[in-house]
């Protein structure tokens, strides 16, 4: 068991191109969550999946923002035509069902020029 | 609205100084709570957790916390820090009207010096 495993850790991107991110969780994990943290707050949710499919989103989240889980297993969140507000650490945690305890990854930090 | 808020940002103590973070939350009905750490370098990793039972709960390193129902607090206690208790803690609260979600506080950065 490696892990929550993130990719890629850094992203550095021009405003107005688009991005995506790779989360692959704990295996047989079932849930799997994306925060965004920025500087001197803690993890803001974004989205929930059970499986493959996605229960809950925040109503934060902009059109631009969207999240799959195709197949129950890894997940991608994609943001589009990024913008400088976007610039932030963006986490992944996943949890079996049994245990509501969040094991989180490393984050992809995104930065936006 | 729903809302978790931790009373300090920073915290700076001397090692075997006792240290307690405060957590309050806003929601109604069953939660479920939790303190989660990073340690610089680190991945958020749990500390804490409390769904039932026993109001004092007792987690890794020597930490502890108490939930207090009717202050809608659940603070987070350490007799004696270290220096490697230096970290950013964070209170989180699943429940209220959305279980599907995780609320973090901001976090408390804690500095322990030597």
């Known amino acids: 068991d490696t892990g929550v495993s993130q990719d890629p850790r850094h992203k550095i991107t021009k405003r107005g191109q688009n991005v995506t991110f790779r989360c692959d969780p704990i295996?047989?994990?079932?849930?799997l969550y994306w925060y965004r943290q920025t500087l001197g707050q803690g993890p803001e949710f974004l989205t929930y999946?059970?499986?493959?499919?996605?229960?809950?989103k925040s109503r934060l989240l902009s059109d631009r923002f969207s999240a799959e889980r195709p197949k129950g297993s890894f997940s991608t969140l994609e943001i589009q035509r990024t913008e400088q507000g976007d610039s932030a650490m963006y986490l992944c945690?996943?949890?079996?069902?049994?245990?509501?305890?969040?094991?989180f990854g490393a984050g992809t930090r995104l930065s936006v020029l | 609205a729903q809302s978790v808020s931790q009373h300090n940002h920073h915290v700076i103590l001397s090692e075997a100084a006792s240290l307690e973070l405060g957590c309050n939350y806003s929601?109604?009905?069953?939660?479920?709570l939790f303190w989660y750490v990073q340690y610089p370098g680190q991945h958020l990793q749990l500390l804490l957790k409390?769904?039932?039972?026993?109001?004092l709960v007792k987690g890794i390193k020597g930490f502890e916390a108490e939930f207090i129902k009717s202050k809608f607090s659940f603070n987070l206690r350490k007799p004696s820090v270290q220096w490697s208790d230096t970290a950013e803690y964070f209170c989180?609260?699943?429940?209220?009207?959305?279980?599907?979600?995780?609320?973090f506080g901001a976090g408390t950065q804690v500095v322990v010096t030597p």
């Open positions: 945690a996943s949890s079996p069902d049994r245990e509501d305890i969040q094991y």
């Open positions: 295996s047989e994990h079932n849930r």
């Open positions: 929601y109604g009905g069953t939660v479920n």
């Open positions: 409390y769904f039932s039972g026993d109001p």
């Open positions: 999946f059970q499986n493959e499919a996605q229960l809950e």
């Open positions: 989180a609260v699943r429940g209220g009207d959305s279980w599907g979600k995780f609320q």
